[in-house]
């Protein structure tokens, strides 16, 4: 079987089914973008956490005197518990898993609070002695939070220890979810665009079946009947790919990197080379899938 | 050259079989005709030889290869070594008369070399050298039959099958295709051919083979079509 015969074969199966192959191109796109969209937010999940797990600290916040009675029945924290705290931090059980610790009191800390909400109609109505004093705590490993919450929670004049993790776990929460959603679609779609490609391959053998006839009375091996065929959904589906891949790189560098890296600086978002991890797999996912899908449409024109 | 050895073929859903204890021995260069009513079994014989079909007990030897146990994926290895024509040439209508040869020799991957030498030179051996532009719209049943013959011998196969080449052809069409086909016979190719057509057999006086029922009833060196009913 000679390469330029099968080439013409595949051409002209391809200009004979145009609506059909123009219809597959557009559901792989469309699918193995999903994909791809899916995959980068996995990316863009794992990326923020290990940014902000490491940066995450455990807050120590001492009671104030508006508290409520049932945590911080004597009020404003004394002197005294912050000694109390500051000595059990140092002491020779907690020190060898803290990297370091240290004190915000309310002046600070209304500081942080005007800069953080400058502009908010919030920031005028707040007075310093609402805001907790508390005692940021940067732990070596910061999965170990526990070890903090354990031996602070229920001190007197300790109103709460809090992990920051739990706050940046439900923000993973949503993009975990959305990711998720973005997988059924892909689902979804790819198992519409293996049936469309089954369809237009069957309905492309059956617009052929003349030729195939001949081809099986003269001899020709199942392997070169069938080739024409499969690269038939292969190339039609690679052309989805590769349209696929070029929108989740448009995706990364005009509205990741240009729009969402501008507007929150602070976060370290998917770049380009993330994006170029994935087109590979969209690809191999795309012809694979019509390899398969095509290979077993074709299957039963070949009973001998 | 082909060996039919007490074959038995049944058909789902027909109490009696298409083929009822057939033994045929075919040696090579004979001309051999198939005849019988419809339904006799001429065509279920020729499915056999050509592993369209196996059947459901008996051998069949064709060319040395059993084709009874012979794998599935070697089949289409097999078929190149015959020649087979239909009652309705089964060409392909976009394909000019010469494409439409040439793409028998390119599907079983021959060079293109091969096919520029050999497809005018069949074309010339069956009188069609002048049309071979043409598309078979463009021929008379006779010459589309002539194209059927020269893709079905432009392989140089050892064995024509033919069934019922001259079927849909007038009397004075058939006797030129009868005439290509007894040359071919000469030239050392082996023909089975099955027929309704009583005056081709009984001019031709080769050996005739007559099945009814799915069974042989008659098998003549030199024989006629048969006794009128």
Known sequence: MRFGFIFSEVAQGLRRNIAMVISIILVTFISLTFVGTASLLQLQIGQMKNYWYDRAQVAIYLCTDISPEATCPRGEASEDVKIQVQERLASATLAPFIEEFYFEDHEQAFANFQEQFAGNAVAQYVKAEQLNETYWVNLFDPNQSQIITESFTGLAGVEEVRDQRSYLDQIFNILNIASLAAISVALLMLVSSVLLISTTIRLSAFSRRRELGIMRLVGASNFSIQLPFILEGVVAAFIGSLLSAGAVLGLVVFFVQGFLAERLPFTSFVSLSDGMLVVPLLIAAGVVLAAAASGLAIRRYLKI | ?229
């Open chain 2, 1 to 229: 050259m082909i060996s039919v050895q007490s074959v038995t073929k049944k058909y789902k859903g027909t109490p009696r079989p298409a083929l009822d204890q057939v033994s045929l021995e075919i040696e090579k260069g004979d001309f051999v005709f198939l005849v019988g009513a419809s339904g006799s079994g001429k065509s279920s014989l020729m499915r056999l030889m050509l592993r369209e079909d196996v059947p459901n007990s008996g051998s069949v030897h064709v060319l040395g290869e059993n084709l009874v146990g012979l794998p599935a994926r070697r089949v289409p290895f097999f078929r190149r070594k015959l020649g087979v024509v239909f009652q309705d040439f089964r060409l392909l209508p976009n394909k000019t008369v010469a494409q439409n040869v040439a793409f028998s020799l390119e599907v079983i991957g021959k060079s293109q070399g091969f096919i520029q030498e050999a497809v005018p030179d069949v074309l010339g051996l069956v009188g069609l050298g002048e049309k071979a532009d043409r598309l078979p719209s463009e021929l008379s049943g006779g010459e589309q039959q002539r194209v059927a013959l020269a893709r079905a011998i432009v392989n140089k196969p050892a064995i024509l099958l033919a069934d019922e080449p001259t079927g849909n052809l007038d009397p004075t069409t058939s006797e030129g295709i009868m005439a290509l086909i007894d040359s071919i016979n000469l030239a050392g190719t082996t023909v089975v051919m099955a027929t309704h057509d009583r005056s081709i057999v009984d001019k031709m006086q080769r050996r005739v083979v007559e099945l009814s029922a799915g069974q042989i009833i008659r098998d003549q060196a030199t024989g006629s079509y048969g006794v009128r009913s």
